[in-house]
């Protein structure tokens, strides 16, 4: 028992020592779960550089792609537990139990919160040489197309493919969805012409839409946007798919059992980060909004996201989807 409590003591002696050199020299890594050069990526490699005075350290970016954003989910639930490797996902944290049988990790049980980043709508896009001009014309388009359209998306739970299931299910239209390891790789495809239509997050789409290399359709968020690019686009819900809204957000995660220094270390790191007017205006002139203070609170994350749990659980049990 007395060498039970030693080895106790001893270790929690090393975690404040090494609490209070936190980070040191050794980099933390953000795991994106998307491949590079998308929204999730681009969100990701902004708030690391706005992160690294504030924690006084270096941030890296990897991308560990695949399976809708579980694979890179798994990964950092299973890494050790020192504050060094940290998930950036989005709200497929809370769409991946309904989605995925096998899920190798519990977001609520095997995460330390760390706050969330920002909220970001989506918009409607097609290839550029997609024979519609504007929404009413892509809506015959689609109806005259029926069996042949493809929609592209980022894997079952991606915020892509959550857009993409809503509009198909409003529409009551069925398409070829087209999965790729993130709306990076699937917005080439799209620019290319090998795939026909894209719902992506203004993060990645308003630098296409403004260099005219796709056509926008519609913004998913109930009101207009306000950037340059964006404030032409009507909503879904006034082109006529009344109530459409989907804003998807960003959060930041540690694995379970991160000591609580560290923890508040990463903490105020983010929550000066996301007060960083340069970061702010990056966001803002991609259409999203970086959330305010009490939302970078461990325990209103935790909150949210089991909020959005139970709402997407319902909403993917009614639609009949799973991956095994
Ligand atoms: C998504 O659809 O979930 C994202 O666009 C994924 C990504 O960042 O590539």
Redesign the pocket.
Known sequence: MKRLLLAATAALAISGVAAQDFPGSKPVTFV?P??AG????KVARDLAEAMRKPLGGNIIVENVAGAG?TLGGTRVAKANPDGHTLLLW?I?ISTSPALYRNLQFKPLEDFEYLGLINEVPMTLLGRPNLPANNYAELIKWINDNKGKVNLA???LG????LCGLLFQSQLKADMTTVPYK???P?MTDLIGGQVDIMC??TT?TTPQIAAGKVKAYAVTSLQRLNTPELRNLPTLDESGLKGFNVT?WHGLYAPKGTPKPVLDKLNAALKEALKDPEFIKRQAALGTMVVTDARTNPAEHKKFVEAEINKWGQVIKAAGQYAD
Do not use: E, R, Y
Request: glycine share 24%; no cysteine.
């Open positions: 994106v998307f491949a998308g929204p999730t990526d954003g989005h497929g998306h980022a894997g991606a915020a892509s493919h993130g709306t990076g699937a992506d997050q990645n998807i």
